[in-house]
């Protein structure tokens, strides 16, 4: 099994990109290929998937978008082939919330998923996203905010989610009152 690839990407296809390591294209199956571009070097998160008649790789420019890609293919009835629309059209932490508050309507936006597989997603994801949030989307709110709800006893797991939802415009006061209103809403 691969984790990742480092190459050139060659070409830029419709749903694919060909990756180029040590004298070999790899037709790898991305989300959105128009993300990477011709001629620069990347490291390609890869997931290959084996079949009797077929051997497919799919690739993801951050692991979080692999990781999410590979939880939502355990679902019942969700291969690649629908996943892939997923994460092209979704962000990592809208999907994951959408789920964690059993949103239905958001998850039925994506192509070929209906109300039963809606539902299935839900039954098999929820609360088992929390750990792909990237820490990254955490850090771009204010420390003060996370150090005042660390200080109302607040656990970093339970910040990360509710932080991601607060609108960062809003003034430090404004923003730890809507953090301790979703913290109720729950």
Do not use: C, W
Not at 31 to 47: D, I, M, S, T
Not at 140 to 151: M, N, P
């Amino acid at each position: 099994m691969y984790s990742y690839i480092i190459g050139t990407v060659k070409e830029v296809i419709s749903n694919a990109i060909i990756l180029e390591n040590n004298g070999i294209g790899y037709f790898i199956n991305t989300p959105n290929p128009f993300a990477f571009e011709e001629n620069v070097e990347y490291k390609v998160y890869v997931y290959q998937q084996i079949k009797e008649d077929e051997h497919s790789l799919f690739g993801f420019k951050t692991r979080e978008e692999k990781e999410l890609f590979l939880k939502l293919i355990d679902v019942k009835g969700l291969g690649p082939k629908m996943a892939l629309p997923i994460i092209a059209t979704g962000s990592i932490s809208g999907i994951s919330d959408a789920i964690n508050r059993e949103n239905i309507l958001y998850l039925k936006k994506f192509p070929k998923i209906g109300e039963k597989l809606a539902k299935q997603i839900i039954l098999d994801l929820k609360g088992k996203l929390d750990i792909i949030v990237d820490d990254e989307m955490v850090k771009d709110t204010s420390e003060e905010l996370r150090e005042a709800l660390v200080g109302l006893g607040y656990k970093d797991k339970e910040i990360k989610n509710v932080i991601l939802k607060i609108d960062k415009s809003l003034s430090i006061e404004e923003q730890v009152k809507e953090a301790l209103k979703l913290f109720l809403s729950r």
